[in-house]
């Protein structure tokens, strides 16, 4: 089956414009992932869904930062405001039920000028 | 608070050799730990996950180990090709998963 996809897989902005990002999981998964990784970096973890919910949101860099799930599905990361620290790929995982095994998307590079 | 760690950073061999990759944790309470490998400008790929009643998972050439006791994981690739070449990364949790930053391979033919 379709495995998780993200969208744009490329955005270019200016600093102090908003950006959406987007993720499709795979069909049925139940937990939804969001992560950023910046240029020689390693995965950062931001949020993620349990369904609609977001039991731990920790990870979110500012205020700036913000996500939601519709339809226990797509998911949706705004970062308003950007900066050009934002700079950086942002991945979308999802898995099933326990164990939890994480696909991952293919991801967002996102530049802000 | 969980952190992880990968050694080495950076590992180079010849075409057809065996070799481990290193994992290790600092909170032994762990719920799974997943490996994959990411190759330069793509996501990640799923290689094994272990779950914490599990000692092992075997994958082709791939074979990981996992001991909670001593907070250790790691990954044994057979016969290594240079399609192998990739960073291969080390997760631990569910929900909210901590990376390692990753041991880059390259398998020189």
């Known amino acids: 089956g379709a495995g998780v996809s993200q969208s744009p897989s490329n955005k270019v902005t200016e600093k102090g414009k908003d950006v959406e990002l987007r993720c499709d999981p795979i069909s049925g998964h139940t937990a939804l992932y969001w992560y950023r990784q910046s240029l020689g970096q390693g995965l950062e973890f931001l949020i993620y869904f349990q369904g609609n919910s977001a039991p731990d949101k920790s990870g979110l860099p500012s205020d700036r930062f913000s996500a939601e799930r519709t339809g226990g599905s797509v998911s949706t990361l705004t970062i308003q405001r950007t900066q050009q620290e934002d700079s950086a790929v942002y991945l979308c995982a999802s898995s099933s039920d326990p164990p939890y095994e994480q696909y991952f998307g293919p991801g967002t590079r996102l530049t802000v000028t | 608070k969980q952190e992880v760690t990968q050694i080495p950073a950076a590992l180079s061999v010849p075409e057809g050799e065996n070799l481990v990759l290193n994992c290790s944790f600092t909170d032994s309470a762990i719920y799974n730990l997943q490996w994959f490998r990411q190759d330069p400008g793509k996501g990640l790929t799923s290689l094994l996950l272990i779950q914490s009643s599990q000692r092992e998972q075997t994958s082709g050439r791939l074979n990981a180990s996992l001991d909670k006791s001593s907070g250790r994981s790691t990954l044994y690739i057979a016969a290594s090709q240079p399609g192998d070449s990739a960073t291969y990364l080390c997760?631990?949790?569910?929900?909210?998963?901590?990376f390692g930053d990753g041991t880059t391979l390259t398998v020189k033919p």
């Open positions: 997760a631990v949790g569910a929900g909210k998963s901590t």
